[in-house]
């Protein structure tokens, strides 16, 4: 299964970005049988646009397969967007690497 998780920094000790649309880059992480297989670190190309970074950040997602993703808040389009795509949405904050485990142990909660 593959999530993404909307990143301040480049890093895996890097905080969950603030917003989804906005985040700088995201952690695109392969989990399989409850273990990281591997991970990814990309670029968010839509973060400067003035309108519809969420949305553009949504359809990324759907393009790179991703299944869930992880967010501290998400805006109401790109909320729609992944709903389309049937791409799960949970909320979490703090460090990546702490956040990562949390969804691994099943304690992240998810938004409607």
């Known amino acids: 299964m593959k999530i993404a998780i909307g990143s301040k920094e480049k890093s ?9 649309g906005r985040s700088p880059y995201f ?4 989990i399989e049988n409850g273990n990281i297989k591997e ?17 553009s950040a949504a359809q990324l ?7 869930a993703v992880i967010t501290r808040n998400i805006g109401p389009r790109a909320l729609d967007v992944l709903n ?14 702490k956040v990562l485990q949390e969804f691994i142990d099943g304690k992240l909660k998810k938004m409607n």
């Open 39 to 55: 991970t990814e670190i990309i670029e968010n190309k839509s973060v400067d646009q003035t309108g519809g970074a969420g949305i």
């Open 84 to 97: 389309q795509f049937k791409i799960d949405i949970y909320v979490g904050e703090g460090e990546i690497e």
């Open 12 to 20: 895996l000790a890097s905080e969950v970005s603030d917003v989804f």
């Open 61 to 67: 997602m759907a393009e790179k397969d991703i299944k």
């Open 27 to 30: 952690v695109i992480t392969e």
